[in-house]
């Protein structure tokens, strides 16, 4: 597994945040300016309420160290573009999607280290043998997150003809790769999976679930309107699953720690559209 965990998957998650990158324009986030208010809510949503409600079921739920971790990797992880296209099924406001998930993607520099090194202090206590750095852990974030979607958006903003070409392809690419990605993680715990998912894919189902109601009660509250609470509850389902898997087998060798990030981006595709449906028909109500 060492030719696909320091190279392949790298490159895999690299080239899907490029793909990310060369679909934004700076219009994507003048427009935090323009919509301060419905990019706050999603914001805090997104980076504050999903880890703090993932602590709360690893403290409330009897699970191995290892598992929770995973759990609080998968919750510190940026929405994905996966939300983006939901939201637009769903009717909802895609440009506010696609700011938060450019937004929470070049904080998560800032964001997964600080949330992943806080949780394996608490919950690992240091017995795995290693130490896990806030320093070390932004490098290789910023590495294969923040540059490949600073790349992608200066070939946007300089080469828009190449951009607008490419784009297509590489969204496609993209989900290809995901999918090789997230298979290859389930395939490494192949034995096993059978028992994991019954360990792992209820509290992720539960995390998925609860926080996408609750980003949509609180936008409900807060947001200027439906197609914004839309947006926001989506982005808040729909995590970057890939980078997940990443952070996981690049810090911790993979493994365990893995599961919880496998099983959720597995449940969210299905919850994902069980809710666009709902969203849909109350919104073709109104």
Same mark, same amino acid.
Not at 13 to 25: E, H, N, Q, R, W
Not at 109 to 130: C, D, H, K, R
């Given at each position: ?7 392949? /998957?790298?490159?895999? /998650? ?42 709360? %079921? ?8 290892? #598992? ?12 994905? *573009?996966?939300?983006?296209? %939901? ?6 406001? *895609? +440009? ?18 600080? =949330? ?42 300089? +080469? ?5 070409? $490419?784009?297509?392809?590489?969204? !496609? ?5 995901? *999918? ?5 993680? =389930? ?19 539960? /995390? ?5 109601? %609750?980003? $949509? ?13 839309? +947006?926001?509850? #989506?982005?808040?389902? #729909? ?5 997940? =898997?990443?952070? +996981? !087998? ?37």
């Amino acid at each position: 597994m060492g030719l696909v965990t320091d190279i392949f /998957l790298p490159l895999a /998650l690299a080239f899907i945040m490029f793909a990310l990158g060369i679909g934004l324009t700076f219009k994507d986030f003048t427009r935090v300016v323009r919509q301060p208010r419905d990019f706050m809510i999603g914001l805090i949503s997104q980076i504050l309420l999903l880890p703090l409600v993932a602590f709360a %079921l690893v403290k409330i739920w009897s699970m191995p160290a290892e #598992l929770a971790l995973g759990l609080m990797i998968i919750a510190a992880a940026p929405g994905g *573009v996966t939300s983006n296209i %939901l939201t637009s099924f769903a009717r909802g406001d *895609v +440009a506010l999607s696609i700011s938060l998930t450019a937004i929470t993607s070049l904080l998560s520099v800032i964001t997964i280290p600080f =949330i992943v090194t806080i949780s394996y202090s608490y919950l690992m206590g240091g017995s795995a043998g290693q130490e896990v750095s806030v320093a070390n852990t932004a490098l290789s974030v910023f590495a294969i997150v923040t540059i490949p979607v600073l790349a992608g958006l200066t070939v946007r903003r300089f +080469a828009e003809g190449f951009a607008l070409r $490419f784009e297509p392809t590489a969204r !496609t690419f993209s989900t290809i790769l995901f *999918v090789v990605v997230l298979a290859g993680a =389930i395939f490494q715990e192949r034995a096993n999976i059978v028992e994991y998912f019954a360990q792992a894919g209820l509290i992720t189902l539960t /995390l998925n679930v609860v926080m996408m109601v %609750l980003a $949509f009660t609180v936008a409900g509250v807060f947001a200027s309107g439906r197609r914004q609470k839309t +947006a926001i509850s #989506l982005e808040c389902g #729909l995590q970057n699953g890939t980078l997940a =898997i990443a952070v +996981a !087998t690049l810090l911790f060798g993979g493994g365990l720690i893995t599961v919880p990030a496998a099983t959720y981006s597995l449940i969210m595709f299905a919850t994902g559209l069980i809710f666009v449906a709902v969203l849909r028909r109350i919104n073709s109500k109104d």
